[in-house]
């Protein structure tokens, strides 16, 4: 008895839960089949640049302070070890210049993982990365890397020629047109943040 009561009751909300869907939904619907590849048999093949570091141009920022994407190959760069990590021969702040590649931002050598809110305004973050800035720019060492950044590719990925099977027509606000080609995201950390 008390099982089909419940039964019941999922079931009137599951029926709500789907009005409710289509209601918002009524407009521009973009069905679960134009989304995947499910009926229209197996993906193209892609591929990757295969430019090597040095001869590709940087790909445009997909919105504010998100990580850029890898513009050139990473044949041979990857996997990143506990022991080698190629991108860090480039990227490092002390040889980004003389390598005409970008350093590697403050935000990268911080450990927020264990810093709580409170603990962030206490310790004055916000200008403490950016004094810290002057001294990493061309002494950090790769045990000054904040241990979730040593995955490189975690977050920074290269592109492939993929065609999108619907269009993206999401269109980033940059607030400060540098922040096109640049992070700030160490100069605003402490954003919103009371
Ligand atoms: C041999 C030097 C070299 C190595 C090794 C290297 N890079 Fe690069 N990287 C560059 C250069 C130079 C650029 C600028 C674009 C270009 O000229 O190809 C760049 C660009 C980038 C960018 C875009 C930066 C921007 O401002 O848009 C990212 C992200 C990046 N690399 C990540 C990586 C990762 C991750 C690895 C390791 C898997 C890596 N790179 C290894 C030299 C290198
Ligand atoms: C946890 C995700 C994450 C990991 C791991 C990570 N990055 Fe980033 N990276 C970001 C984000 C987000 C930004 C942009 C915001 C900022 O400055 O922090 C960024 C920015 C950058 C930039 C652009 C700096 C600028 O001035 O515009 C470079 C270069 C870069 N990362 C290189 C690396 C390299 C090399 C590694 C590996 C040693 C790495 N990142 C690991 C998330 C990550």
Redesign the pocket.
């Known amino acids: 008895m008390y099982l089909k009561k419940l039964i019941g009751m999922s079931a009137a909300v599951a029926l709500l839960f789907a009005a409710g869907c289509a209601a918002a939904n009524s407009g521009n619907v973009v069905t679960e089949d134009q989304l995947s590849y499910g009926s229209k048999g197996t993906p193209p093949k892609v591929e990757y640049s295969k430019?090597?570091?040095?001869?590709?141009?940087?790909?445009p920022?997909s919105y504010e302070n998100a990580?850029?994407?890898?513009?050139?190959s990473?044949d041979g760069?990857?996997p990143?070890t506990l022991k080698n990590?190629?991108?860090l021969?480039?990227?490092m702040p002390s040889v980004a210049k003389s390598?005409?590649?970008?350093p590697m931002p403050p935000t990268h050598f911080k450990d927020f993982f264990f810093a709580t809110k409170k603990k962030l305004i206490k310790q004055k973050l916000y200008e403490d990365v950016i004094a810290y800035k002057a001294r990493l720019t061309l002494m950090a060492k790769k045990e000054d890397i904040a241990p979730q950044r040593y995955n490189?590719?975690q977050c920074?990925v290269p592109q492939a020629n993929a065609k999108p099977l619907v269009a993206n027509t999401f269109k980033p606000d940059f607030r400060d047109p540098s922040a096109k080609?640049?992070s700030k995201l160490y100069k605003n950390l402490m954003e919103g943040v009371k």
Do not use: D, E, F, Q
Not at 51 to 59: H, N, Y
Not at 67 to 72: A, C, G, R, S
Not at 99 to 102: K, R
């Open positions: 430019a090597a570091p040095g001869t590709s141009k940087r790909l920022r990580p850029p994407l890898i513009p050139h990473i760069l990857v990143i990590n190629a991108c021969g480039c990227h390598m005409g590649a970008t490189c590719v920074h080609h640049h």
